[in-house]
């Protein structure tokens, strides 16, 4: 590897770190990325010659820091600088950075950079752009690219998700002391912090799995999930829930190699090549699922790596353990649920009891799902099996309507041509 290589590897990892102490100390997204970027050019024309310090982070947050400052300077010219106060906490005091940062105090600033990146009056779409510009650093050619949008229209939409966020800072600090809307989360807003980080990290992963083989971009959204969630696992090394999310993204990424055939189509679950998935991500998984089911506390993430997990277990698609799956979808509906939950209860159902038995299960779901792709699917692949072709190809015909990709029109295609001039 190129020292280059090598350096570009210790930017990435320190990058939630200094980012996260840097909007402390800044309490602004963009001078924080501003003073960032400027620590790791001085980075990359210093560190070959010298050598990268011990603590990357560390010396990367005191050069970022110490550039804001002067930065700040600049602009105010002839204009007064500001109180300390206005731009520090004070308990970030500068001996702490010159001492290191502990890891504790680390932990906050990231947990912090990631809820701030989800802050709850975001859309989703806003939520992911933001954590994979902000904690990723990926370029907004690069997110552009996984959205199918023009680099202007994401630049605007993370321009606009950051004005929300300062807006929303802002009113905070009308509304009493100006540390709150900045302040370190305690241990019981952590949690449901915690909660909603993970959601986002779980989205991060669903835009790349769902891009597929049409967006090569795609799969490094997988991986960015997958690396924010290890990096989660870190500061929260005894949640199971987190453990439970990290084995359910790598199982499902294990089998990116066989969901799409030569041609770029859809290869369902039961008819994938399991020769073609990644061995070492499924042991992984399935020893973090170990771990996280040994804490005796599930969830939804937990459930849901488990029910992949039959899938992984499984040496050929006959051998799949459906009672098992049908009683875990049963325990996720009432840990979590949902009617996109029930729809897949309904596909193990139909494997134990038939297709009559599983449209049964669905047909309440109508009214809640009618603008979902995947229930129109699957509908209609029930029916064909319960040979009712005419309203098979009504429903193929409503799932192709809503089809997210090619490769999901092309597939719902290959259905309706299985059903001929049958009716």
């Given at each position: 590897?190129?020292?280059?290589?090598?350096?570009?590897?210790?930017?990435?990892?320190?990058?939630?770190?200094?980012?996260?102490?840097?909007?402390?100390?800044?309490?602004?997204?963009?001078?924080?990325?501003?003073?960032?970027?400027?620590?790791?050019?001085?980075?990359?024309?210093?560190?070959?010659?010298?050598?990268?310090?011990r603590d990357p982070a560390a010396w990367l947050i005191l050069v970022a820091r110490n550039s804001g400052?002067?930065?700040?300077?600049?602009?105010?010219?002839?204009?007064?600088?500001?109180?300390?106060?206005?731009?520090?906490?004070?308990?970030?005091?500068e001996e702490d950075i010159a001492e290191r940062l502990d890891n504790g105090h680390y932990r906050d600033d990231i947990l912090r950079l990631m809820f701030i990146c989800c802050h709850p009056d975001l859309p989703n779409t806003q939520q992911i752009a933001l954590?994979?510009?902000?904690?990723?650093?990926?370029?907004?050619?690069?997110?552009?690219?996984?959205?199918?949008?023009?680099e202007s229209a994401m630049e605007q939409r993370i321009t606009r998700a950051k004005a929300r966020i300062a807006k929303a800072q802002a009113c905070r600090i009308e509304e009493g002391d100006p540390a709150i809307a900045f302040e370190a989360p305690d241990a019981q807003e952590r949690a449901?912090?915690?909660?909603?980080?993970?959601?986002?990290?779980?989205?991060?992963?669903?835009?790349?799995?769902?891009?597929?083989?049409?967006?090569?971009?795609?799969?490094?959204?997988?991986?960015?999930?997958?690396?924010?969630?290890?990096?989660?696992?870190?500061?929260?090394?005894?949640?199971?829930e987190v453990m439970g999310l990290a084995a359910l993204m790598l199982l499902q990424h294990a089998r990116s190699a066989a969901r799409f055939?030569?041609?770029?189509?859809?290869?369902?679950?039961?008819?994938?090549?399991?020769?073609?998935?990644?061995?070492?991500?499924?042991?992984?998984?399935?020893?973090?699922?170990?771990?996280?089911?040994?804490?005796?506390?599930?969830?939804?993430?937990?459930?849901?790596?488990?029910?992949?997990?039959?899938?992984?277990r499984a040496g050929a698609a006959g051998q799949t353990d459906w009672g098992e799956i049908s009683l875990l979808y049963e325990l996720l509906e009432r840990l979590s649920p949902s009617p996109v939950v029930t729809?897949?209860?309904?596909?193990?159902?139909?494997?134990?009891?038939?297709?009559?038995?599983?449209l049964e299960l669905v047909a309440p779901l109508g009214a809640a799902l009618d603008s979902y792709f995947y229930f129109h699917g699957v509908r209609g692949g029930l029916l064909m099996q319960a040979g009712r072709q005419a309203e098979a190809r009504q429903a193929f015909d409503r799932a192709i309507a809503l089809a997210n990709s090619p490769a999901?029109?092309?597939?719902?295609?290959?259905?309706?041509?299985?059903l001929g001039g049958c009716e």
């Amino acid at each position: 590897m190129s020292d280059l290589a090598h350096i570009e590897l210790q930017l990435t990892a320190a990058r939630p770190k200094a980012l996260g102490a840097l909007y402390r100390y800044f309490r602004d997204l963009d001078m924080a990325e501003e003073a960032f970027q400027e620590a790791c050019l001085r980075a990359i024309r210093t560190w070959p010659d010298k050598g990268p310090p011990r603590d990357p982070a560390a010396w990367l947050i005191l050069v970022a820091r110490n550039s804001g400052v002067d930065e700040i300077r600049k602009r105010a010219r002839n204009a007064p600088l500001p109180e300390e106060a206005a731009f520090s906490d004070l308990s970030d005091a500068e001996e702490d950075i010159a001492e290191r940062l502990d890891n504790g105090h680390y932990r906050d600033d990231i947990l912090r950079l990631m809820f701030i990146c989800c802050h709850p009056d975001l859309p989703n779409t806003q939520q992911i752009a933001l954590a994979l510009r902000i904690i990723s650093g990926l370029s907004v050619g690069q997110i552009a690219r996984a959205f199918l949008v023009s680099e202007s229209a994401m630049e605007q939409r993370i321009t606009r998700a950051k004005a929300r966020i300062a807006k929303a800072q802002a009113c905070r600090i009308e509304e009493g002391d100006p540390a709150i809307a900045f302040e370190a989360p305690d241990a019981q807003e952590r949690a449901g912090r915690l909660t909603t980080v993970a959601a986002m990290i779980y989205l991060v992963f669903n835009e790349g799995y769902s891009a597929g083989i049409n967006n090569p971009d795609g799969a490094a959204f997988c991986d960015e999930a997958i690396r924010l969630c290890r990096l989660l696992m870190r500061l929260f090394p005894s949640e199971p829930e987190v453990m439970g999310l990290a084995a359910l993204m790598l199982l499902q990424h294990a089998r990116s190699a066989a969901r799409f055939d030569g041609n770029g189509e859809i290869v369902l679950l039961e008819d994938q090549d399991r020769g073609l998935w990644d061995r070492q991500l499924i042991a992984e998984a399935l020893a973090m699922l170990d771990k996280a089911i040994r804490h005796r506390k599930p969830g939804p993430y937990q459930v849901q790596a488990a029910i992949a997990a039959l899938h992984a277990r499984a040496g050929a698609a006959g051998q799949t353990d459906w009672g098992e799956i049908s009683l875990l979808y049963e325990l996720l509906e009432r840990l979590s649920p949902s009617p996109v939950v029930t729809l897949n209860r309904a596909v193990a159902l139909s494997k134990l009891k038939g297709a009559d038995a599983a449209l049964e299960l669905v047909a309440p779901l109508g009214a809640a799902l009618d603008s979902y792709f995947y229930f129109h699917g699957v509908r209609g692949g029930l029916l064909m099996q319960a040979g009712r072709q005419a309203e098979a190809r009504q429903a193929f015909d409503r799932a192709i309507a809503l089809a997210n990709s090619p490769a999901e029109a092309a597939h719902i295609r290959m259905q309706i041509d299985r059903l001929g001039g049958c009716e």
